[in-house]
Nanobody, 124 residues
Framework: QLQLVESGGGLVQAGGSLRLSCVAS????????TGWFRQAPGKEREFAAS????????YYADSVKGRFTISRDNAKNTVYLQMNSLKPEDTAIYYC?????????????????WGQGTQVTVSS
């Protein structure tokens, strides 16, 4: 398993942007698919985006498609989530995850390693 640490969250106005980072420690990061999930207060954790091991394929939830971009740098053991045109409904704790499920991976059960999360708050 990998150890994952997220950063980059914060408070931003609607329409603004944030870039989340997730640094992995452990072996063979480049063999894992990685993803971002989010959980708003009182709601279940939901899938946002995922990227395959090489970075050649990505998958997005409809709610973030066209606004969020997931990418990775295997040389730095890091995955990113660029979030543009943020909305108040994007407010949530964002979690990074890594797993070796069959592509595309989008269910929490596809991921065996999770970070602690980073808070994103979008004000109206």
């Amino acid at each position: 398993q990998l150890q994952l640490v997220e950063s980059g969250g914060g408070l931003v106005q609607a329409g603004g942007s944030l870039r989340l980072s997730c640094v992995a420690s452990g072996r063979f990061f480049s063999t894992y698919a990685t993803g971002w999930f989010r959980q708003a207060p009182g709601k279940e954790r939901e899938f946002a985006a995922s990227i395959n091991w090489s970075g050649s394929s990505t998958y997005y939830a409809d709610s973030v498609k066209g606004r969020f971009t997931i990418s990775r740098d295997n040389a730095k053991n890091t995955v990113y989530l660029q979030m543009n045109s943020l909305k108040p409904e994007d407010t949530a704790i964002y979690y990074c995850a890594a797993g070796r499920g069959s592509w595309p991976v989008r269910d929490p059960g596809d991921f065996g390693s999770w970070g602690q999360g980073t808070q994103v708050t979008v004000s109206s």
